[in-house]
């Protein structure tokens, strides 16, 4: 069980539109994946647990394919890097409300580098973030920095 961090993203009205697109899912709440997976959308085929045996077959290959191609051999490798979403799960337990989106994290906030390609997106907004366990911050974001 993941330690859960609270985030909370407020925006000003203008870029309601563009935060809404993002947040666009169908009816078993997943479109593009929710907000992680719209901003920075993680391969298909890296959809995967890491092979645990030699005779795993087909799963070694495509974890090996994944290596050269992504620098991960799954799912959980990539979403934890930094450079990517920097959190286990994207965002979860959503509550979106206009100019505030609120949703939680497994372990911890989104990575800095997934908030400047949301900055692309939605340039100016604040993130604040806090761990069940009392730790956190926020940071803000205008015209895009």
Known sequence: MPNHVYNTIEIDEEYEAQLESLLDTDEKGWK????????????????????QHESDGEL?????????????KDWY?????????????????TFYDGCVYQFNTAW???SHQFLHRLAKIIPSFVISYEE???WGGHI???DGK
């Open 32 to 51: 593009g994946g929710g907000l992680f997976q719209s901003v920075h959308p993680m391969p298909p085929s890296l959809d995967i647990s890491s092979p």
């Open 60 to 72: 070694v290959k495509i974890a090996e394919d994944n290596l050269k191609k992504y620098g991960h």
């Open 77 to 93: 490798s990539w979403r934890t890097d930094d450079d990517n979403w920097g959190t286990k799960w994207g965002d979860y337990e």
């Open 108 to 110: 911890a906030p989104p």
């Open 132 to 134: 069940e366990t009392g």
């Open 140 to 142: 803000e974001f205008t």
